[in-house]
C-alpha cells in the first residue's frame, strides 16, 4: 500500500453524501492512520435525500433535522477533512491526483491520493425540450433544490409533476397537503412504471381518490413560458395543463463524466463499470452509488440501481478496501423499494414479469390478496402480493407488494430469499413470527408461495390477470350479489356459479373445454378448479388474483368497478381462522 512522507495513506472521496460519507466512515473506523479527504459540491454533506419530498408539505418541519451530520461532526468525530462547495474537475491517474476547484474562491489545486472512491451520484434528467430552463421548473435532488421549490410552493396554486416515479409521487402527496391542484404526467400507461399494471393500478386509484389529475401514456412535448417562466405543460396531443410550477422527475443520469475522462470504463446502461470489489478497472479507483452499474441479481447482467441502501453499503465496502486493502465481495442489487402515497404504500424487489419478459427471462407469477396481521384482529389492512417466479425450479425471481401497512415486511421477506437464491419451497418453509396483532398463522407470505407451488405441482395451472378469456370456458363462483356489483371484467360469456353449488352444477359445463375459474382475489376459485379438475376436466386454470386483479389489470376505471383492495378471502381450514 502506498503511503505519503507522513507514512499515511491519502484516501480521496468525490461525493459526501449517501456512499461517500458511508466511505469516509468506515475507510476511518479501519484505518486510523489514513489521511481521508472528502470533496463535496454542494453545501451540505451527509443529507437526507430520501426525505427531501417530506419537508416540502411539512410532514418534516425541521429542515435541519434533513442534514444527518455536518463537516464538523466528520472532523470532530472522525478527523475526516470534508471539503464543502469544492469541485472535483479531473483526475490524472498517472500522477495519482485529483484537479479540485473551490467554488467559493475559484481556486485551484492538486491533491494527490494513494486511493480514489467516486461517489458523484446522479443527476435529474431534464429532456431536452422547449422551455425545461423556464422559472418555475424544478428538480428535486439535494437541499437547494428542496429550498427553491419550497419557496415556490406559496406562490404557486397549480404544479404538474412530470414523472410518475417514486420521487414524483412523494412529491405530488406533499403538494397536495400544502393545497396545490395537481396533475401528475407519466410517458408510461401507468403510474410507478417498474410494478406491473395491476400492481400499480390501486395505488393510482389512490391519487384520483385524493384528488390528483392524471394524464398517463403520452409524457409532454414542452412547457409553455411566458416571460421566461413556466406557464403550462403541454402534452404531446396538444392540450395544455396550466402550471405555476413544474417538477421533472423523469429519472437520473449517473455522473460519469470525471471517470469517462479518465479512461475509466462506462458500460452499456451508462453506468461506471466496477468489479465485486467495487473497483473500476484502475485498481486504485473505486467507484459506488448511483454512478455505477451494478450486477443484477435477477438477471445476472448490469443495471443501474439508483437506490439509498445499496449506495450506502457499497459506499462501506469501498472505504473498507480502500483503507485495508480487502473487503467482502459487493452483493447483487435487487432493487427493493418501496413508496408511500397517501394512503397506499406499494414497492418492488427483483423482477417484475413485465422486465422479465423484456429480459427474455421465462417468468410464472401468482397474486394473493391478504391481511397484514390476522384479520380478526382490529385495524388489518389489506395488502396484494405478486410473486414471480421460474417454472420448473421454481427459483424466486421477484415480488411486488401493494396495500397498507406490512407490505415492506412481506417485500424484505422476498428481498431476504433473493439474497439467498431461495424458492418459492423455501418460502413454504419459513418460520415466521406470529400472534394476531403482528401477521397470520398463514402468512400473505406463505399463502403467495402456496399458490407458487401448487402452480407448479399441476393442481392449480394459472392464467394471468389481464389473460383473452374470449375462448376459454368461464366459470365465476362468486356469489350472485358479487357478481351483480362488479362483472368479471372483458368475459360477458362467463358461467355464474357459485362455488357452494358448483359440484351439483356441473351438467352446466363442458369437462373438454380448457377452462379458467374466477372469484373475487383467486382463493374461492382455486377450490372450484380443485373440484372441476377431480372431476374429470382436463384443462382447468384459475385467474390469478380474481375479478379484483383482472380490473386492476385492465384498467376498466368503469363505474361501480372496484375502487380499492379487494376484501381478502379465506379457505376456511381450522386451524387459520383467517
Ligand atoms: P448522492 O447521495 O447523490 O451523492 C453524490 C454527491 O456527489 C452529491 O452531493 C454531489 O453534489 C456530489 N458530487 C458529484 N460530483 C462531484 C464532483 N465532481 N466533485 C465533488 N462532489 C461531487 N433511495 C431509496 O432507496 N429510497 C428512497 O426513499 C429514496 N428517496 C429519494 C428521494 C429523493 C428526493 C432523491 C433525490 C433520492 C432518493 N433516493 C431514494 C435515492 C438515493 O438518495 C440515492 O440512490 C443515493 O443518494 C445515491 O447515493 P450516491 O452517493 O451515489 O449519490
Known sequence: MSVDSTGSERIIIVGGVAGGASAAARARRLNEAARIVVFERDAYISFANCGLPYYLGGEIEDRASLLVASPQLFAERFRIDVRVRHEVQAIDRAAKTVRVVDLETGAAF??????????????????????????????????????????????????????????????????????????VVEREPWVLPFLDREMAEPVQRELEAQGIALELGQGFSAIDTEGERAQAVVLPDGRRIPADLVILGVGVSANVSLAREAGLEIGATGGITVNAAMRTADPDIYA??????????PTGERARVPLAGIANRTGRLAGQHAATGSAPRAPAA??????????????????????????????????????????????????????VYAPGTGKVLGAQAVGGAGIDKRLDVIATTLHFGGTVHDLVELDLAYAPPFGSAKDPIHMAAFAAQNELAGLSPQVQPDADLSSYQV?????????????????????????????????????????VLSCRTGLRSYVGLRILAQYGFADVHNLSGGAAMRDFALNRGVAGAPTDLPKPEHLGDPDDPD
Do not use: C
Not at 431534464?126 to 428538480?139: E, H, I, N, S
Open 110 to 183: 492538486d491533491e494527490p491520493y494513494d486511493k480514489l472512491i467516486l461517489s458523484p451520484g446522479a443527476a435529474p434528467i431534464r429532456p431536452a425540450l422547449p422551455g425545461v430552463d423556464a422559472a418555475g421548473v424544478f428538480v428535486l435532488r439535494n437541499m437547494e433544490d428542496m429550498d427553491h421549490i419550497a419557496a415556490a410552493i406559496p406562490k404557486a396554486t397549480r404544479a404538474v409533476v412530470i414523472g410518475a416515479g417514486y420521487i414524483g409521487l412523494e412529491v405530488a402527496e406533499q403538494f397536495r397537503h400544502r393545497g396545490l391542484a395537481v396533475t
Open 288 to 297: 459506488v452509488g448511483d454512478a455505477v452499474e451494478y450486477l443484477f441479481g
Open 334 to 387: 435487487w432493487a427493493t423499494s418501496i413508496v408511500r402515497v397517501f394512503g397506499r404504500s406499494a414497492g418492488a424487489t427483483g423482477l417484475s414479469l413485465r422486465r422479465a419478459a423484456a429480459a427474455g427471462i421465462d417468468a410464472r407469477a401468482v397474486h394473493v390478496v391478504g391481511y397484514h396481521h390476522a384479520s380478526y384482529y382490529p385495524g388489518a389492512e389489506i395488502m396484494a402480493i405478486k410473486l
Open 475 to 515: 366459470v365465476d363462483v362468486r356469489s350472485p350479489e358479487e357478481i351483480s356489483a362488479t362483472a368479471l371484467a372483458e368475459a360477458p360469456h362467463a358461467h355464474a356459479i357459485p362455488l357452494p353449488d358448483l359440484r351439483d352444477r356441473l351438467g352446466e359445463l363442458d369437462p373438454a373445454r380448457p377452462t
